[in-house]
C-alpha cells in the first residue's frame, strides 16, 4: 500500500505545491534575476516609504527616526545571516554570538578613537581588515575547545564566550569599561559641496552601506551554502558521525563555520561602531545574542531569507513601538518590547513552527512528521 | 570476560592469520599474495574491550580483493563492532588491522574514508533533511578538493568538482535504482529506498571495500532478491563487499566466504558449505551445548 502512495504524496509536494518559493523555483533565471533587482531596488527605496500615502506613515517608526530605525534593520539583518551560518546550517547552537559583534566593535574603536590607549586614531576603513581578523580569530578561538561539544553543552560554553567578553569589556582599562569609546570617526565620503556623507544628523547613507554589505555577503553565504561546504554543514548538523564516515572533515567545517559567523557578526559590529560615533560595554548585553537568535529562529533556521526577515523583524518591532503610549499605563509601549515579542514568538512558533520563511528542507521534515501523526 | 576458552587456535586454518611479517609500516609493502587472491584487508588478532566486557576477542580474519565476505553470529556477537573497529569508530584494545598492507589502526573516520573503506548503518543514518542527490553527493564530496575560497568564488574547481559530483551522484541513484527520487528529502523516502540511498552514498566515496552493515533487516523475500543482485553488482564492478546479516539464506546465496562471531570470538570460517555444516555454527545458531558438539 504505501509504496504508490508514498510515490504519489511526494511527486505532489516535491515543488509541486510549494507556495511562493515553489513558485520561485520554477521560473528562470532571468525572471529570477528581474525579481532580484526588483527587491534591491525597493530596499533601496525603503527610507523614502513614509512618503507613500495611506501605508507609509504605518511602517514608519515614531519614537526614532526612520533611516536610524532603518540602519538598526541592517546591522542586526547582518548578524542574522552570520549566525544563520553557524545555527541554521552547522547546527552549532551558539548563544554567545554577540561576543564577535562586540569583538568588532571593539577592534574599531582601539584602533580609531582617540580615547584609545593605542592612539593610532586610524580612519575607520583602515581598522576593518584589522576587526574582521580579529574577529575571525576570535570565531577559531571559540570554536577549537568547543569542537568536541554539541547541543547545549555547545550552547552553555558559548553563553559563557559573551558574558567572557562583556565582563572583560567592563572592568578592563583598556576597553574603559562604561566611559567607553566616544568620537568614532565615520565612514570616509564628503558632497560636493563638502559635507560629509556620513553624517550624524542623517543614517540613510549608513542603511544603503549597510544594505549593500548584506547584498554581498548574501551573495556569499549563498554560494557557500550551494557547494561542497554547505553540503558538508548540513551533513554536520544531520548527523556528525555518519558525515565523518562518509568523508566530511567535521573539525575543520566546523572551525570554518564558526569563523564565518564570527567573521559576519564582527562586520555587523564594524558597521556599528561606523555609525553609532560612541560605544560602551553596556551595548553588548547578553539579550542581544538572544534576541538574533529568536530571529534567526523566527525567520526561519537554516533559510538566508528567513534569517534576514528575522533579522529585520527583531529590530524593527522594538522599534515601532517606540514613542506609541499604551492606552491603560500611559508609558511608552517599548517598555512592552520584551513581553510582545515573547507573544509574537510563540505565535509563530504555533502556526508556523518551521519559520517564517522556512529552508525547503526544514519545511518538508514538518510536513512529513504531521503525515506521521495523522496518516491518510 | 568468562568466555568459554574451548576453542582457538585450532581453526586456523587456509586463508586466515597469515601474519607475514608484519610489514605494516613499510607502507607500499605488498601482502603477501594469498591463495585465491590478494588480501585486502587483515584483522589480526584484535581485541576490543569496553571495561569488562570484551566485545572482541583475538579475532583474526582476512579479506581478499574482489570477494563478497560474509560476517555473520547470533545477536551480541561483536559483528557491528567489527565494523566499527575497521571503520575508525573504535580503537582496538590490541591487535592489527591493515587496509592494503598499511595499518589503520588510530586513523581519523574520514581518513579511513577516503582510503577506501565506506560502509551502511545497521540503522539506516541518512542526512534526513537533504535530498537524495545531496545525500550521494556528500560521499563524492569525499575525494574533492573544492576550498572554502573556490566555493565562496565559484572558481573553475568548484565548477568541475560540482558537475562531475553531481553527474557521479546521478549515476549511482540510477545504479542502485533510485534516480526517480534524487529531488526528495531522504526522510520522505520508502524504507527500501533510504537502505539504497545508503548503499549509493558510501559508493560515491569511492570504496575498494563496501560494509553492508544488515543491509536486508525489515526486507521482504522480494526485496532480498534484488538486493542481492545488487549486491553481486557491486562486487562486478570491482569492489570487495564486507556483508553483515543475520538471514542465514541470504548469507549462503550470495557470499564467497564466511566468518562466523559468538561472544566476540570467531567460531569458524570458510565457504558457505563447510560453515553450514561446522557443529559449532550449528551449535550456535540453535543453542545446542558446545561441549556437546
Known amino acids: ?153 555547545l550552547a552553555i560554553v558559548t553563553l559563557g564566550f559573551a558574558e567572557i567578553i562583556r565582563i572583560f569589556a567592563t572592568s578592563s582599562e583598556t576597553l574603559r569599561g562604561d566611559r567607553g569609546f566616544s568620537d568614532l570617526p565615520h565612514p570616509p565620503g564628503d558632497y560636493s559641496d563638502g559635507k560629509a556623507i556620513f553624517g550624524v544628523a542623517d543614517a540613510t547613507p549608513y542603511y544603503w552601506l549597510g544594505l549593500a554589505v548584506i547584498i554581498v555577503v548574501i551573495f556569499a553565504v549563498r554560494n557557500l551554502d550551494r557547494s561542497r561546504v554547505g553540503r558538508s554543514w548540513l551533513a554536520i548538523r544531520e548527523d556528525e558521525e555518519a558525515a565523518e564516515i562518509m568523508g566530511v572533515r567535521t573539525i575543520k567545517y566546523k572551525l570554518w563555520a564558526f569563523a564565518i559567523g564570527a567573521f559576519i557578526g564582527g562586520l555587523g559590529g564594524v558597521m556599528f561602531a561606523g555609525q553609532q560615533g560612541f560605544m560602551n560595554s553596556q551595548t553588548f548585553q547578553l539579550q542581544f545574542s538572544i534576541l538574533v537568535l529568536a530571529g534567526v529562529v523566527m525567520g526561519g533556521s537554516g533559510n538566508i531569507f528567513g534569517a534576514i526577515l528575522g533579522g529585520a523583524l527583531i529590530s524593527y518591532i522594538p522599534d515601532r513601538l517606540r514613542g506609541i503610549e499604551d492606552p491603560i499605563w500611559h508609558t511608552d509601549l517599548f517598555g512592552f518590547r520584551f513581553a510582545i515579542f515573547g507573544a509574537v514568538i510563540i505565535a509563530i512558533m504555533i502556526f508556523r513552527p518551521q519559520g517564517l520563511i522556512p529552508s525547503r528542507r526544514r519545511a518538508m521534515e514538518l510536513k512529513d512528521r504531521e503525515k506521521e501523526v495523522a496518516p491518510q | 570476560m568468562s568466555e568459554p576458552h574451548i576453542e582457538t587456535p585450532q581453526e586456523l586454518d587456509d586463508a586466515n592469520a597469515k601474519p607475514v611479517d608484519r610489514p605494516a609500516q613499510t607502507g607500499a609493502a605488498k601482502p603477501s599474495p594469498d591463495k585465491k587472491g590478494d588480501v585486502l584487508l587483515e584483522m589480526e588478532n584484535v581485541t576490543l574491550r569496553f571495561g569488562g566486557v570484551v566485545a572482541l576477542n583475538d579475532v583474526s580474519f582476512a579479506l581478499r580483493k574482489g570477494e563478497i565476505f560474509g560476517l555473520i553470529g547470533p545477536n551480541g556477537a561483536g559483528k557491528t563492532t567489527c565494523f566499527n573497529a575497521m571503520t575508525g569508530v573504535y580503537r582496538p584494545t590490541s591487535g592489527a588491522i591493515r587496509f592494503k598492507g598499511e595499518s589503520i589502526v588510530g586513523k581519523k573516520k574520514h581518513e579511513i574514508t577516503r582510503g577506501g573503506i565506506a560502509r551502511t548503518f545497521q540503522n539506516v543514518r541518512l542526512f534526513p533533511e537533504m535530498t537524495a542527490l545531496e545525500n550521494v553527493m556528500v560521499g563524492a564530496d569525499a575525494h574533492h578538493k573544492t576550498s572554502v575560497l573556490s566555493a565562496l568564488f565559484r572558481l573553475p574547481r568548484f565548477w568541475k568538482e560540482e558537475h562531475e559530483g553531481r553527474d557521479k551522484s546521478l549515476e549511482l541513484l540510477r545504479f542502485v535504482g533510485i534516480e526517480h527520487r534524487a529531488g526528495e528529502v531522504s526522510r520522505n523516502l520508502s524504507y527500501g529506498e533510504q537502505r539504497r540511498l545508503e548503499i549509493a552514498r558510501a559508493l560515491a566515496t569511492d570504496p575498494t571495500l563496501l560494509c553492508l552493515d544488515e543491509p536486508a533487516a525489515g526486507f521482504n523475500p522480494a526485496e532480498k532478491a534484488e538486493l542481492l543482485e545488487l549486491i553481486r553488482k557491486i562486487r562486478d564492478t570491482g569492489v570487495t563487499v564486507l556483508l553483515i546479516e543475520h538471514d542465514m539464506r541470504l548469507v549462503m546465496g550470495v557470499t564467497d566466504r564466511i566468518v562466523v562471531l559468538e561472544f566476540g570470538k570467531k567460531i569458524a570460517e570458510g565457504t558457505p558449505a563447510e560453515v553450514r555444516d561446522d557443529p559449532k555454527v550449528i551449535a550456535a545458531y540453535l543453542g545446542v551445548p558446545t561441549d556437546a558438539a
Request: net charge positive; glycine share 12%.
Open chain 1, 1 to 153: 500500500m504505501s509504496e504508490s502512495v508514498a510515490a504519489t504524496s511526494a511527486k505532489k509536494s516535491w515543488r509541486g505545491n510549494g507556495g511562493v518559493r515553489g513558485w520561485y523555483g520554477r521560473q528562470s533565471l532571468v525572471v529570477r534575476v528581474v525579481l532580484g533587482i526588483v527587491f534591491a531596488v525597493l530596499a533601496v527605496l525603503l527610507p523614502y516609504v513614509g512618503d507613500v500615502p495611506v501605508i507609509g506613515p504605518q511602517i514608519i517608526t515614531v519614537g526614532i527616526d526612520w533611516p536610524s530605525a532603518l540602519f538598526n534593520m541592517s546591522y542586526y539583518v547582518l548578524l542574522a545571516l552570520g549566525l544563520n551560518v553557524v545555527v541554521g546550517f552547522a547546527g552549532l547552537l551558539d548563544l554567545g554570538y554577540v561576543g564577535f559583534f562586540a569583538v568588532g566593535a571593539y577592534t574599531v574603536a582601539l584602533f580609531t578613537s582617540p580615547d584609545s590607549v593605542l592612539h593610532t586614531e586610524w580612519k575607520w576603513v583602515a581598522a576593518i581588515p584589522v576587526a574582521l581578523a580579529v574577529t575571525m580569530v576570535s570565531g577559531l578561538i571559540l570554536g577549537w575547545p568547543t569542537l568536541r561539544l554539541r547541543g547545549d553543552y
